[in-house]
């Protein structure tokens, strides 16, 4: 597989480490009320659609960077790729 | 019988060889099936079950039959298809599955046993006793239906994987595949041609068709001339490709050296991984039989494969042959041999209105329905007009029809989609994009129509990526119409061969369909159609329309099975490459290596890393010896002990100790620069995960080490909540792990030593207490970094120096510690130190264990969150009472085992009375007994008390006594003095 490196370009899959749902980006408050609740989902619970799949992949044979790649998990079309760090921080901004 | 006339064989060149010991000669362009048929030899091999006497069926790498060993020694290779071999001068061949030999083979009685070997025979048959199966069943099974063997030796040669990128990879180099490929050319574009044949041109060079009024093959030569001219082509010959993976990568083989005596200074094989912004998939069509009584005698081939011997080998079996077909290109083996001078004794066409293309017998609206001769064809049984007759021939090319070869276009799920007018599959919808099949593989059988479809899908593939391409102009061939008859198998009562290489008949597949086994996967698992290494390139579709006629369906409703990777058989030794041995994966060398190999270190791997496990000294005849001095060495005296491997990350910028903060259990902003904390870290589901500390160099300045084997991981972790969890924060991470070298210097001389290598830098307990840190120079100007950290309870400290020092600083410390008794001390040392110290290590923190467990559990703060805090606070993690304790033998004479369980004395040994487990375990020369470390229920409130050790592996126990896990120097003032 090819992996669309939004800093270099197309980079071999075999340089990166696979993590999984993006969703692990949200990690919950904390301070709320139910935080072990949450905290619980947050660790234990994944989604594994078959389909359109937005997950995690660590360049560590390459430049560290932590990218959200939206990739269908039937064709192994990869759609885009994002840096995470970008991702989380947009989301941080938007309060979500 | 002499060549034939013509063929692209070197007659100058004669080549010797060996077929089960007998010496034979062939030519320079022979395989080793024609070399075989050249020497009139048509018996090449044993069939799978029954033990059937076999012939060659085919002239390519779909070959069931010729199964054949080839070479000796280490370098045997079973299961080569001698279709394939190319002959080289001193080859050594030999059958296989027989014995004693392959003209008498005494498990040919299995052929007699037929009626109880039929499909599925051993999942009925040996049922009882039921431990039966595992150890006599089976192994018997499988000795009587074999294939080749192993040498049982390593493999003695070298093979290489390799990278290629391109614009267009066109597979296969017949004229479909040379077209695409000088499109391509011509308009510039990075071309890789590849083709498992030794010789470019595919079926053309197996016809006698002229291209624009010459032979082939000088069409060939030219388009050669051209491709080599370019340095944007590239021509791979010998070389398959297997298999199509994702976003455009192929696999390929390519044979670099198995066509030579010797492989000299190359290696035998090459894995290429090929990445191609287009493919244009161009292999051809592969020819089926029909099936019928007796169908499997030597002699008895494809007709297409026998005009293939006889065009480009100049070979033909018999000289006297016969053609039974369902379609118009039977007729044109009749016509090619005829020309040749072969005598054709019938051409059988199964067709009423077929017409003969030449002075031959045509036996129109016939079968053939059975067959003659023990160890070779002798006769067929033809059966027309209602009336039956026997016709001698030594050889029969039989054509049931060409089906294109939608292999690799049937990766990645694709469905093949069936055409009534040639009645075969073509290419559908639904396989890997960006590959685009042409030529025959499409269904395009004539000559002219395959150049035609070769340059414009290549036009059409260059166009999706940008590249205008003009169409080449292609030499005139010849444009003959293909028409067959769906006719796919003889109805009898004898058996006749689907399967050839698995001995798969049709009685079979009609026994699947009594008893239910119709899908088409439920067919082929039963009947085990299609699962030999040829993967039925030549039964698969015969088997589906024998199925489908049974149910009453169509082909294309009963559907094939899903194609996949490798096309053709691959050998293990080129997947693994070069990567053998201590290839197998990266070696890493601490600075103090070679230092320490000289020293006759013995060395232990630690993941990746080689370390110092000890370093014997002459006289000492057992580890223990080696190891009790060196961990006595650093109690009482000083010992060196190298530390590099430990993970070392640097943590830069003005929210760094906020970040650690976050990362570790504990408190580590208020650590104040100049000092270092032990640090914990967690996972996100609360379990303990890692430890290490942390180092304020600087208020925006921290180095935090990790465990040897996490340190890749938890940089991943850190670099995880860097980015994705808390990207405000103002921080960087390095891994400094491979730049510094870092030794550790224990024992109560420590300080003396030290105090001879550092520029004036004041040691002393005031001014550089336990747990200080410093940025330093040593040895008149060297940097280094010292922290004044134990691990083995003594006073100790880790100088650390860039790692290309690391070498000299050993030596100097050992050099100026002489008079002191330095000693060097390796892993195994390191590890007793520790348990008597009572530091937890990769034992204690497995993933299972908790920081309350630990003892830790006051470390994690509650004023702050981290990663883990919010989980290791639940329920059942909270609640786990273990604690980690020491444990002593009440025999001193006793032993500790890791692993063992605890118990209450006087308690049965059950899962419900378990009270904890030992999780490491050493002999202390310290304590003068073994000792060990584990979790022990309320163990903090059971200090003194006598438990039991059980160890029901070997089925002993031990009386403990439960200690503080602090065996040396519980109150730490040694390290602190």
Known sequence: MLMPHPLLGLRDAREFSYLGDARLLDRPDPNAPDAEAAFCDYVFLRDNPAGVHRELWFHEQGDRSWLVVTRDTVTHEVLGAELARDVALARKGSGA | ?977
């Not at chain 2, 026997?390 to 799920?413: D, F, M, T, Y």
């Not at chain 2, 100790?657 to 996100?684: C, D, H, P, Q, W």
């Not at chain 2, 908790?850 to 919010?870: C, E, H, P, Y």
Request: with cysteine; aromatic share 8%.
């Open chain 2, 1 to 977: 019988m002499t060549r034939l006339s013509g063929g692209l064989i070197d007659r100058s060149q004669a080549l010797s060889f060996t077929f089960d010991g007998k010496r034979y000669e062939g030519l320079s362009g022979d395989t080793l099936a024609s070399a075989l048929l050249a020497n009139d030899v048509r018996l090449m091999g044993r069939s799978f079950k029954y033990h059937r006497p076999r012939g060659v069926l085919s002239a390519g790498s779909e070959e069931p039959n010729a199964l054949v060993e080839l070479r000796s020694g280490a370098w045997q290779e079973p299961n080569t298809r001698a279709t394939v071999v190319e002959l080289f001068d001193g080859l050594e061949a030999r059958s296989q599955n027989r014995w004693p030999s392959l003209g008498f083979d005494a498990l040919a009685v299995n052929d007699l046993l037929a009626p109880f070997l039929t499909a599925g025979f051993y999942y009925k048959t040996f049922m009882w006793p039921k431990g039966f199966w595992e150890k006599l069943y089976e192994p018997a099974i499988r000795k009587a239906a074999g294939l080749g063997s192993l040498s049982m030796q390593p493999d003695p040669d070298a093979y290489d994987r390799g990278y290629l990128h391109c614009d267009l990879l066109v597979i296969g180099g017949g004229g479909a595949g040379l077209a695409a490929a000088l499109t391509a050319a011509r308009s510039g574009a990075r071309v890789i041609l590849a083709d498992e044949d030794f010789r470019l041109g595919g079926r053309l060079l197996r016809e006698t068709d002229t291209l624009d009024e010459v032979h082939a093959s000088e069409w060939i030569s030219a388009m050669e001339a051209e491709f080599e001219s370019l340095p944007s082509v590239r021509i791979m010959r010998r070389t398959t490709v297997f298999g199509v993976y994702d976003h455009g990568i192929y696999g390929a083989v390519e044979q670099v050296s198995d066509h030579l005596p010797q492989p000299g200074d190359q290696v035998r094989q090459t894995l290429w991984r090929i990445t191609a912004k287009r493919a244009v998939l161009a292999a051809g069509a592969i020819e089926r039989p029909i099936a019928f009584a007796d169908n499997d005698r030597p002699g008895i081939m494809l007709a297409g494969a026998m005009r293939s011997y006889a065009n480009r080998w100049a070979v033909c079996p018999s000289e006297t042959v016969a053609v039974f077909t369902n379609n118009d290109d039977g007729h044109r083996t009749a016509r090619d041999l005829a020309a040749k001078g072969i005598q054709i004794a019938a051409v059988i066409d199964v067709r009423p209105e077929a017409k003969a293309r030449g002075d031959y017998r045509l036996i129109a609206e016939g079968m053939v329905t059975g067959s003659r001769g023990r160890l070779g064809l002798t006769a067929i049984e033809v059966q027309a007009d209602g009336k039956s007759e026997w016709i001698n021939c030594g050889a029969l090319g039989v054509s049931g029809g060409w089906n294109p070869n939608v292999h690799l276009a049937s990766h990645h799920r694709g469905r093949p989609i069936w055409s009534d007018d040639l009645q075969a599959f073509l290419p559908g919808e639904g396989g890997p994009s960006g590959l685009l099949p042409a030529g025959a593989t499409t269904g395009c059988f004539s000559t002219a129509a395959a150049l035609r479809s070769g340059a414009e899908t290549a036009r059409r593939a260059l166009q999706e990526i940008g590249v205008a391409a003009r169409l080449p102009e292609l030499p005139r061939a010849e444009e003959e119409g293909y028409k067959i008859a769906p006719i796919f198998h003889v109805q009898g009562r004898r058996r006749a061969w689907v399967d050839f290489q698995n001995d798969v008949t049709v009685k079979d597949i009609k026994l699947a369909h009594t008893e239910n086994m119709r899908p088409v996967e439920h067919l082929k698992r039963y009947t085990t159609l299609g699962m030999a290494t040829d993967q039925g390139k030549t039964a698969n579709v015969t088997g589906l329309a024998v199925m489908a006629e049974l149910t009453g369906r169509t082909i294309p409703e009963t559907g094939t099975t899903i194609f996949r990777p490798p096309y053709a058989p691959v050998a293990l030794s080129v997947l693994g490459g070069g990567d053998t041995g201590p290839h197998f994966r990266p070696r890493r060398l601490t600075p103090t290596h070679y230092w320490a190999e000289a020293r006759g270190a013995v060395f232990v791997e630690a993941g990746q890393w080689m370390r110092a496990q000890y370093f014997p000294l002459a006289g000492e005849t057992h580890w223990r010896q080696s190891v009790d001095r060196e961990a006595m060495a650093a109690r009482s005296g000083l010992g060196l002990c190298d530390v590099t491997t430990l993970g070392k990350i640097d943590v830069q910028g003005p929210h760094a100790g906020e970040f650690l903060n976050r990362l570790y259990s504990n408190m580590m902003a208020t650590l104040k620069v100049g000092r270092i904390r032990y640090g914990l870290m967690l996972r996100e589901d609360g379990f303990a995960y890692d430890d290490g500390t942390c180092a304020r160099l600087a208020e925006d300045h921290y180095v935090v080490t990790t465990t040897t084997a996490n340190a890749g991981l938890v940089f991943r972790n850190m670099e995880f909540a860097r980015q994705c969890l808390w990207p405000e924060l103002d921080v960087q991470l390095i891994s400094t792990t491979d730049a510094w070298a870092q030794i550790a210097v224990a024992g109560p001389k420590s300080r003396a030593l030290l105090a001879r290598i550092v520029d004036g830098f004041d040691l002393s307990n005031e001014a550089f207490p336990f747990m200080a840190c410093a940025a330093l120079t040593v040895s008149g100007g060297l940097r280094a970094r010292l922290f004044r950290i134990s691990f083995s309870g003594e006073l100790a400290y880790e100088i650390a120096v860039a790692a290309r020092y690391g070498h000299a600083l050993m030596e100097r410390l050992m050099e100026l510690g002489a008079d002191l008794g330095a000693t060097p001390y390796g892993t195994e040392a390191l590890g007793v130190l520790r348990i008597e110290k009572g530091h937890a290590a990769g034992a204690e923190l497995n993933g299972q264990t908790t920081a309350n467990m630990l003892g830790f559990g006051s470390m994690v703060s509650q004023k702050k969150d981290s990663i883990g805090a919010v989980m290791s606070r639940r329920e059942g993690l909270a609640s786990d009472r273990h604690r980690l304790v020491g444990l002593q033998p009440v025999d001193p004479a006793g032993k500790v085992v890791s692993g063992s369980h605890l118990f209450a004395e006087d308690a049965p040994h059950s899962f419900d009375t378990d009270q904890g487990w030992i999780t490491s375990a050493c002999y202390s020369p310290h304590q003068g007994s073994m000792i060990g470390l584990g979790f022990l229920d309320k163990g903090d409130e059971r200090l003194g008390e006598v438990i039991v050790a059980a160890n029901p592996l070997e089925g002993e126990s031990a009386r403990l006594r439960v200690v503080p896990a602090h065996f040396v120097d519980p109150e730490g003032v040694r390290l602190r003095e």
